[in-house]
């Protein structure tokens, strides 16, 4: 089974930008991958704000952009605010079983 | 207003059996694509077992050949039917439908003697 990696814990200014990535242990993560990017505070279930790379839903907000940098998926958020603090997974498919990433903790300090 | 509500978590010994529900409403299970997450306590996201709206269902290794997912169309509901449970199943099961557009609030399965 493959692997999805992210970074464990990233920090970022209120106001500030931060991206995190997502990386496949087979390779380059294309749009085959459907990265999907979630947002999890405690106690709570997780929420979709990416989802096949770029696409937003209807409450994700405008800081908040996907995209495939350097071979991986990447979040980028332009602007954090405090709410924005929490843990942040991707998840890849291949072959249609997903495997998501362990996490990113962000920390909007 | 979508709603999806997970039923079934419990206690459980080792080897033992379980089945999770996930009732929806304001959605319609067989339409779309549906999902099983857990999250062991204290620990990331683990994606379980999907099926797509045609039937086609997938797994996980670490739960192949042991964890079922099917659904009953006319009660609108998704299930997870789980055989020869492990410690390491140990973990809070969530339901998401529609490529994970919506989530349930999760049932705790805790496998254990």
């Known amino acids: 089974q493959a692997v999805v990696t992210q970074e464990p814990s990233l920090t970022v200014s209120p106001g500030g930008t931060v991206t995190l990535t997502c990386g496949s242990s087979?390779?380059?993560?294309?749009?085959?991958?459907?990265p999907y990017w979630f947002q999890q505070k405690p106690g709570q279930a997780p929420r979709t704000m990416i989802y096949?790379?770029?696409k937003k839903h209807s409450w994700t907000p405008a800081r908040f952009s996907g995209s495939r940098l350097g071979g991986k998926a990447a979040l980028t958020l332009s602007g954090a605010q405090p709410e924005d603090e929490a843990e942040y997974y991707c998840?890849?498919?291949?072959?249609?079983?997903?495997?998501f990433g362990g996490g990113t903790k962000l920390t909007v300090l | 207003e979508v709603q999806l509500v997970e039923s079934g978590g419990g206690l459980v010994q080792p080897g033992g059996s379980l089945r999770l529900s996930c009732a929806a409403s304001?959605?319609?299970?067989?339409?779309?694509?549906m999902s099983w997450v857990r999250q062991a306590p204290g620990k990331g996201l683990e994606w379980v077992s999907g099926?797509?709206?045609?039937?086609?269902?997938y797994y996980a290794d670490s739960v192949k050949g042991r964890f079922t997912i099917s659904r009953d169309n006319s009660k609108n509901t998704l299930f997870l039917q789980m055989n020869s449970l492990r410690g390491e199943d140990t973990a809070v099961y969530y339901c998401?439908?529609?490529?994970?557009?919506?989530w349930g609030q999760g049932t705790l399965v805790t496998v254990s003697s």
């Open positions: 998840l890849l498919f291949y072959s249609y079983a997903g495997v």
């Open positions: 096949e790379t770029s």
């Open positions: 099926i797509y709206s045609g039937g086609s269902t």
């Open positions: 304001g959605f319609t299970v067989s339409s779309n694509y």
């Open positions: 998401a439908g529609g490529h994970f557009d919506h």
């Open positions: 087979t390779g380059a993560v294309t749009s085959g991958h459907y």
